[in-house]
């Protein structure tokens, strides 16, 4: 069994890109609409890594990130922001609420398969 990531991003194209490339490549995914979603889903589920977007409704990126760091089952994880945003200071914001890495869209898909390896080890 593959290594579990969940996508969290309110676009479905971006979920359903991403979803494909990392089973193309042997992970399980768990998809999620935005940051409350996939808090309500980490509540129950244990994951290996968490991939998401930073602007999206109800609670962004960040908001999420923070939201794991704060729970018990997920704390360690690592999460990578994946997000069209590439200013410093949101870099900085995400890397403050605990987020480990950081890709900016459009990506390719070799790069989010490398920056996931590089991550998961």
């Known amino acids: 069994m593959g290594k579990m990531i969940m996508t969290a991003d309110d676009s479905a194209s971006v979920r359903q890109m991403v979803a494909f490339t990392l089973k ?12 409350q ?3 309500t889903k980490l ?9 998401t977007d930073l ?8 908001g999420l990130i923070k939201g794991v760091r704060q729970s018990s089952l997920n704390k360690f ?8 945003e590439s200013q410093d200071g949101r870099k900085a914001e995400g890397k403050a609420a605990g987020a480990t890495g950081w890709i900016v869209k459009p990506f390719k898909p070799e790069q989010l398969i490398a920056v996931v390896k590089k991550v998961l080890g």
């Open 43 to 51: 509540a129950s589920k244990k994951i290996d890594m968490l991939l």
């Open 37 to 39: 979603d996939a808090l």
């Open 55 to 62: 602007n999206m409704p109800k609670l962004d990126g960040i």
């Open 24 to 35: 193309q490549n042997g992970y399980e995914v768990i998809e999620a609409v935005d940051g």
């Open 77 to 84: 994880i690592p999460i990578v922001m994946l997000t069209t």
